[in-house]
């Protein structure tokens, strides 16, 4: 956990607690959120798709 302040990867807001999932960072709010949205609902797809930049970034070297 870290708490010197990030943006959110997935509400996009300033948040100072969360957590790193690979170098995005997620905040406690989202992460509580996610975990207790059902995939039927239709925020769930909202998720994925901010879910789914972790994939989009490159590893440099």
Sequence with gaps: M?????VCMVCE???EEGYF???SFIC???EKE??????SDPVYRFYLR????I????ILY
């Design 21 to 23: 999932l690979y170098d």
């Design 28 to 30: 406690i709010d989202c």
């Design 55 to 58: 994939n989009s970034k490159k």
């Design 13 to 15: 807001k300033f948040k």
């Design 2 to 6: 870290k708490s010197r302040g990030e």
């Design 50 to 53: 901010q879910l789914k930049k």
């Design 34 to 39: 996610i975990i207790k949205t059902e995939t």
